[in-house]
């Protein structure tokens, strides 16, 4: 009588660890699965948004970001040196937060032909996003793009006057 009691304890017990122990699996699954929608939701779509640039957002196609463009539409300034060109390129008002992360990544400079002239990558921890260029000739057009994290590459372009 006694083993018998012995052995409904122990499975009773074995029973209610394996309910314990299949109930903490359960809250580990429903733990990682939330911490990996957050990353898929805080993390950008580069892989998509870096292959578009041939159709790069501007001041006058927001896409679906209309009334953003003040804060991602690559601002281009220009001097000219002795030797060539001094371009500086810069994003106004744009949050660089490792936080949330919302962050520009990276401003690249191009001429009208479309070669690529400087490229700067930043990180989210970053002041801001400004970049200076200095150029050895002087291209008749300048296009500046930038990559914000959460809101796809953006353009801009100026022509360069001759003065």
Known sequence: ?????LLVISVVFLAS???FFAAGCKKKAETAAAATEAVKQAAPTMAAQENSMDKPYTKDNPGPWAGK???H???ITYEKTGTGLKVTVKIDNHPMDPQKPHYIMWIKLQDGMGAQLGEKSFV???PAPIATFELMSVPGNLKAFEQCNL???WMSETAVSAQ
């Open 1 to 5: 009588m006694k083993t018998r009691w």
């Open 17 to 19: 660890v394996l309910v």
């Open 69 to 71: 463009e003040g804060a």
């Open 73 to 75: 539409v690559p601002q």
């Open 124 to 126: 989210a921890t970053d």
């Open 151 to 153: 809101h796809g590459i």
